[in-house]
């Protein structure tokens, strides 16, 4: 069964300081998805990284995927309240492209 | 990308009675599925809904529960049945567009059931 682990869990930041969250999988797969839910909204698609050693940067956030240590990692540079939310990190087992299996999320609350 | 309507948003149900939640997409799609996300937690797939049959339903989800219909590429309706307080979740439709290479996901149906 593919279990997909994020941490932490929580986690507060002031604004100006870099921190990351981690999203670790249990079997092979070559997709993997970290999306953004805001309070009470749907979930936005940020990053979708499909080859190992993948890296992609928007803003201040940046992902990068290891399939061979079945990591993910999401960056985030000089935190900022908007960014405030919670991500979720997702894979994709086999081939489908819509059966993702979720982590529990990540609530990011940044402070000034 | 594909633009997702569903409804209803938000409502509040009596246990034992049955609520069918509707989504719309604005464009062909390849694949629909139905995620629910309990209160606080993360997403779990329901099912993925298929045009024109029966739908694919994972572990521990099962048709008489939560009944789907597609009858076209873009539009398909979940139907929570005999609704408990254990139901109380959101339903997210979701799809997959043509030639994307990620899930868009609708606003969102929360349920409440008292």
């Known amino acids: 069964e593919l279990k997909v682990e994020q941490n932490p869990l929580f986690l507060s930041m002031q604004e100006g300081k870099n921190y990351t969250i981690y999203c670790n999988y249990s079997t092979t797969s070559d997709r993997l998805y970290w999306y953004r839910q805001d309070p009470g909204k749907s979930l936005e698609s940020l990053f979708v990284l499909l080859s190992n050693g993948a890296v992609k940067q928007e803003g201040r956030l940046m992902a990068s995927l290891d399939t061979k240590a079945r990591l993910s990692t999401l960056h985030i540079t000089a935190a900022v309240h908007d960014l405030s939310a919670t991500y979720f990190c997702a894979v994709g087992p086999g081939g489908s492209q819509g059966n993702l299996i979720f982590g529990k999320g990540t609530k990011l609350s940044v402070k000034p | 990308s594909a633009v997702i309507s569903q409804k209803p948003s938000r409502d509040i149900c009596q246990r034992g009675t049955s609520l069918t939640i509707q989504c719309q997409v604005d464009?062909?799609?390849?694949?629909m599925f139905w995620y629910r996300q309990q209160p606080g937690q993360s997403l779990t797939l329901i099912a993925t809904a298929n045009q024109g049959s029966e739908a694919t339903y994972e572990s521990g989800f099962v048709i008489d529960k939560f009944p789907i219909s597609r009858p076209n590429l873009t539009f398909s309706t979940l139907t929570v049945s005999n609704m408990s307080p254990e139901d109380s979740s959101i339903y997210l439709c979701?799809?997959?567009?043509?030639?994307?290479?990620?899930?868009?996901f609708g606003a969102g149906s929360r349920l409440t059931v008292l």
């Open positions: 464009s062909q799609v390849t694949m």
């Open positions: 979701s799809v997959l567009g043509l030639g994307a290479n990620v899930l868009t």
